[in-house]
């Protein structure tokens, strides 16, 4: 079919599915027009009218392919052509075994390689209301920061309350302020990343009498008030504020995000410090460093008193503070079909966190996976799913019937979402560990292998 004959897919929201979504249609040469409403409307999240803004963490978590669920979905990823992997590949900076990003530089080669793609139109526009029915292929990528008015109208379509739950953000330090004279590079076990040396986290060391002292201070801390309607919504478990892990055990943190395990003191080598906050680059230059796991929902002043307690960040000037967002989703299991289709009004496909996928590089996935889908359908082809065996799958599977509707909540990818090896014949030696891990990595290529052989993505 001529491009030039076709209607465009319509694409709502430019954050990391949308951007993807759009990608993969464009790259298809199919038309498209993605709808993004900043700047003329912001998120309480949003800090720039970037496409693919990443507003929490600059990580995309492990980047291990071998025995790694995220790394594999990583590796899936770069194997479909996705244009988040790329531009996160291209503008890495150093963390260990994880792919972190400066996240400026990350979102403007996003928007830049969509705005220079033919066949790619942006409005800045909000939409409030479901799309007009000659928009006969659309995809919704409003993400969890959905706006009020438009998530009404989806409530109304699919005749489901939305569900709701918190997400926190972590502080960003200014470098130059922490004190080197207490702090150390090292990455747990001083392992190297893509982008590392063995050297890529700052640690601030606890001794126990610190450590509690910490906990019981931010136990005491004065916390951000719940407006009466948002006191029903729950925490997700992936990203809990500091104080709220705190609150569930004393030692909670120094077995989280505060653990020592694989770092080494230099001023006592001898000894493992009892607990250790650590931060990881989060722009090229170097210059500023955000707090690993200590997102947050305390009140500005009481973040800046309290972690300036921590041995090494006394000086610690702030490039931006932590706080708490409302984050929206769909019941995707109830309402929506194996290919992401509303079962409602089948015109309308979703994708990214609004589906109750977790996690940048899972949003990102389930928008290649609706801008897949709408490329087949629009040259007339019937789309196949992805195998459940693979990362694209078993995410896919999860947020469109594998999970229980009763009791769906957003996950991360995790070897959880897949099948049991050898499936109704399982192995004579049951696998644990690292070689069932790899066992199911293994599995998974080749069944991507073979499904992107059956279900070849059209050209244009």
Known sequence: MNPASMNPVHVIGGGLAGSEAAWQLARAGVPVVLHEMRPGRMTEAHVSAHLAELVCSNSFRADDPETSAIGLLHEEMRRVGSLVLACADAHTVPAGGALAVDRTAFAAAVEATLSAMPGVTILREELTTVPPEDWDSVIVATGSLTAPPLAEAIRQVTGEESLAFFDAIAPIVHRESIDFGIAWFQSRHDKAGPAGNGRDYINCPLD?????AFVAALLAAEKTEFRPWEKTAPYFEGCLPVEVMAARGPDTLAYGPMKP??????????QRPFA????????????????????????HGEQVRLLRTIPGLEQAEFARLGSLHRNTFLNGPRVLDPLLRLKADSRL????????????????????LAGRFAVIER?????LPPPPV??????????????????????????????????????ARPLKGRERRLAQCRRAR???TDWLALDAMPGP
């Open 446 to 448: 080749q069944a991507l």
């Open 261 to 270: 395990i694989g770092l080494r003191d230099p001023r006592h080598p001898d």
């Open 390 to 427: 693979t990362a694209l799958g078993a995410l896919l599977n999860h947020i469109t019937g594998g999970a229980k509707a009763e009791t769906f909540q957003p996950m991360n990818m995790n070897f959880g979402l897949f099948p049991e090896l050898g499936g109704n014949t399982p192995p």
């Open 276 to 299: 250790v906050v650590q931060l990881r680059q989060d722009n090229h230059l170097g210059t500023l460093y955000n707090m690993v796991g200590f997102q947050t929902k305390l009140k």
């Open 349 to 368: 496909r979703f994708a990214g966190q609004i589906t109750g996928c977790e996690g940048y590089m899972e949003s990102a996935a389930i928008g290649f």
């Open 208 to 212: 126990r009498a610190q450590y509690y």
């Open 379 to 383: 040259r007339g082809g019937n789309p």
